[in-house]
């Protein structure tokens, strides 16, 4: 289909230290037993054995990817490996303003962090129990250490913080971040926020309007799917994501590593490629990468055109249980 698969997302770890409401429900979710998550030594070699193939950015989720100890080692040898050129991570930012510094010297190139609202109260509520101070703590932490750009990921939803638009559209501005807009998803606890509660990118774009000439721009660095403009004479960017209204599938780059070693061409279509079987079946190393590298191949040439999301989640798996 003409696209190139050069991006892996890897989630380490499918625990989480927030709840927030449209991602998991306030019980949390079942999770994994440890002997099935992979090791960080596995999934060292499924990232060796990826950049192998023509992988070249990679970025480490969860859950909560901050959670996972060990993390930087993992995060020092993707950063070595041939062919990698940008390691990033995804955040919600409630340890980062005490581990900054350290994941820069690993080797990691920039940090996105998930915040939805600027208002401590409302903070908490959407996060069940988030304290923004410390996500705040953790945005200044990555900027002094380097970790740039800096991209928030906002999540909106009407009803619950959509009047914060121009508010998270200013850190564009002053501090000059990369603010990203992305669209609610019906995955697990989300769908029961749809259709009523889904606010589409155009709706945003037309709530910004009134600011001014905005302009095109390029994005930041990074492989995502959003579309950038700028405020003039802002350091920073406004993106939006519209896995919905206005789907990007066309283009899209990446393969997705679970946890627990399952390989997924598309965040939104069944299919998976168990990995874990393989990495413990006892190969020696260079058949154990040769193999994984057939596997990552496999994926990639079964890549879908196009997610179903319009025809409803099925999946039971919540987004932190999938690496989204």
Request: proline share 4%.
């Given at each position: 289909?003409?696209?190139?698969?050069?991006?892996?997302?890897?989630?380490?770890?499918?625990?989480?230290?927030?709840?927030?409401?449209?991602?998991?429900?306030?019980?949390?979710?079942?999770?994994?037993?440890?002997?099935?998550?992979?090791?960080?030594?596995?999934?060292?070699?499924?990232?060796?054995?990826?950049?192998?193939?023509?992988?070249?950015?990679?970025?480490?989720?969860?859950?909560?990817?901050?959670?996972?100890?060990?993390?930087?080692?993992?995060?020092?040898?993707?950063?070595?490996?041939?062919?990698?050129?940008?390691?990033?991570?995804?955040?919600?930012?409630?340890?980062?303003?005490?581990?900054?510094?350290?994941?820069?010297?690993?080797?990691?190139?920039?940090?996105?962090?998930?915040?939805d609202s600027l208002r401590?109260?409302?903070?908490?509520?959407?996060?069940?129990?988030?304290?923004?101070?410390?996500?705040?703590?953790?945005?200044?932490?990555?900027?002094?250490?380097?970790?740039?750009?800096?991209?928030?990921?906002?999540?909106?939803?009407?009803?619950?913080?959509?009047?914060?638009?121009?508010?998270?559209?200013?850190?564009?501005?002053?501090?000059?971040?990369?603010?990203?807009?992305?669209?609610?998803?019906?995955?697990?606890?989300?769908?029961?926020?749809?259709?009523?509660?889904?606010?589409?990118?155009?709706?945003?774009?037309?709530?910004?309007?009134?600011?001014?000439?905005?302009?095109?721009?390029?994005?930041?660095?990074?492989?995502?799917?959003?579309?950038?403009?700028?405020?003039?004479?802002?350091?920073?960017?406004?993106?939006?994501?519209?896995?919905?209204?206005?789907?990007?599938?066309?283009?899209?780059?990446?393969?997705?590593?679970?946890?627990?070693?399952?390989?997924?061409?598309?965040?939104?279509?069944?299919?998976?490629?168990?990995?874990?079987?393989?990495?413990?079946?006892?190969?020696?190393?260079?058949?154990?990468?040769?193999?994984?590298?057939?596997?990552?191949?496999?994926?990639?040439?079964?890549?879908?055109?196009?997610?179903?999301?319009?025809?409803?989640?099925?999946?039971?798996?919540?987004?932190?249980q999938l690496g989204g």
């Open positions: 289909m003409g696209r190139r698969i050069d991006y892996l997302r890897v989630s380490v770890t499918d625990r989480c230290n927030l709840r927030c409401v449209y991602c998991m429900p306030e019980a949390g979710v079942p999770l994994v037993e440890r002997g099935e998550i992979l090791s960080l030594e596995e999934m060292g070699l499924l990232i060796e054995a990826a950049a192998a193939t023509g992988v070249t950015r990679v970025r480490f989720t969860g859950g909560e990817p901050l959670l996972r100890r060990g993390l930087t080692s993992l995060i020092r040898t993707t950063a070595g490996l041939p062919g990698i050129t940008d390691v990033a991570l995804t955040t919600n930012g409630i340890l980062l303003g005490d581990m900054a510094g350290e994941l820069k010297a690993a080797g990691l190139s920039r940090v996105n962090v998930s915040l401590p109260e409302r903070f908490a509520a959407m996060t069940r129990g988030g304290d923004l101070e410390q996500v705040r703590r953790g945005i200044a932490a990555a900027l002094a250490a380097g970790l740039e750009p800096v991209k928030i990921n906002a999540v909106i939803v009407r009803g619950l913080n959509d009047d914060e638009v121009e508010d998270l559209a200013r850190l564009t501005v002053d501090p000059g971040l990369h603010v990203r807009f992305i669209e609610l998803m019906p995955i697990s606890d989300a769908a029961r926020f749809l259709p009523d509660r889904l606010v589409t990118a155009a709706e945003i774009r037309e709530r910004l309007a009134g600011w001014g000439r905005w302009e095109t721009a390029d994005g930041p660095v990074g492989g995502g799917p959003a579309r950038y403009m700028r405020l003039p004479g802002a350091a920073g960017t406004v993106g939006f994501i519209s896995a919905l209204s206005d789907h990007f599938c066309g283009s899209c780059n990446r393969l997705r590593l679970t946890a627990n070693g399952c390989l997924r061409a598309c965040l939104y279509h069944g299919a998976e490629w168990d990995t874990r079987g393989l990495l413990r079946a006892g190969y020696p190393r260079e058949r154990l990468l040769a193999g994984l590298g057939a596997v990552i191949q496999e994926a990639a040439a079964a890549k879908p055109a196009g997610h179903q999301l319009e025809g409803g989640w099925t999946d039971q798996r919540s987004m932190s």
